[in-house]
């Protein structure tokens, strides 16, 4: 799913049930497999400064590294979604080891923060059909309406700024990533574009 930076309509009528965008009064920030810190805290204290709420899909075995870090993730009123335990790519994955790994992340989820989500990504965008119709019955999989290209280090700050910017729209969800990959980048991009979404006077939401 990582070709396109506005997710393309024939693409989402390709997967009817798979979330793409929501509600039109919002905009909807979300950020992938954290929680890392130096990153998802960067992430975070930037939202309180502009009183912004975003949606986390977690990689279960950050969570288990990071139980604090996830705990501040949703004390500060943001939503937390499911990522897989070891941020699977379901194609090159067997379907039961795929689901298994699906439901150690629930299970982590429960044991470290006492919830259960009701939303899962799949790493990378990809998964089996086998794959997605297992796991469509527990969850709502959620994908994106505007890939930010910001986990690409060819990909200078300017340009994932220019195309969040001139992709969103009210009702996009927004791709984003909260990871070691992305550390650097994040203060390059993100305060400018957080930014630009209070000045375009739109409310942000959690999924």
Not at 34 to 39: I, K, L
Not at 62 to 91: D, F, M
Not at 154 to 183: M, R, W, Y
Request: aromatic letters at 12%; proline letters at 5%; glycine letters at 6%.
């Amino acid at each position: 799913m990582a070709l396109f930076h506005k997710t393309p309509t024939w693409v989402k009528k390709l997967f009817p049930d798979r979330l793409w965008n929501g509600n039109e009064s919002k905009i909807y920030l979300t950020f992938d497999d954290g929680p890392v810190p130096g990153a998802t805290d960067f992430v975070l204290n930037e939202l309180g400064k502009r009183d912004m709420k975003a949606t986390f899909f977690m990689v279960g075995d950050n969570v288990r590294k990071h139980e604090s870090l996830a705990k501040e993730v949703l004390e500060a009123g943001n939503k937390i979604g499911n990522h897989t335990y070891n941020h699977l790519l379901g194609l090159k994955t067997p379907t039961e080891e795929y689901l298994n790994n699906v439901e150690l992340c629930d299970l982590i989820f429960q044991e470290k923060l006492g919830v259960k989500s009701t939303l899962f990504r799949p790493p990378y965008g990809w998964m089996k059909y086998s794959q997605a119709r297992i796991v469509s019955k527990s969850y709502q999989i959620a994908m994106w309406d505007v890939l930010s290209t910001d986990y690409d280090s060819k990909v200078s700050p300017d340009k994932v700024l220019n195309i969040c910017q001139k992709n969103s729209a009210p009702g996009s969800i927004l791709l984003f990533h909260d990871q070691e990959k992305t550390k650097d980048i994040l203060p390059a991009f993100l305060p400018d574009f957080l930014d630009f979404v209070k000045d375009q006077g739109w409310e942000t939401a959690c999924l």
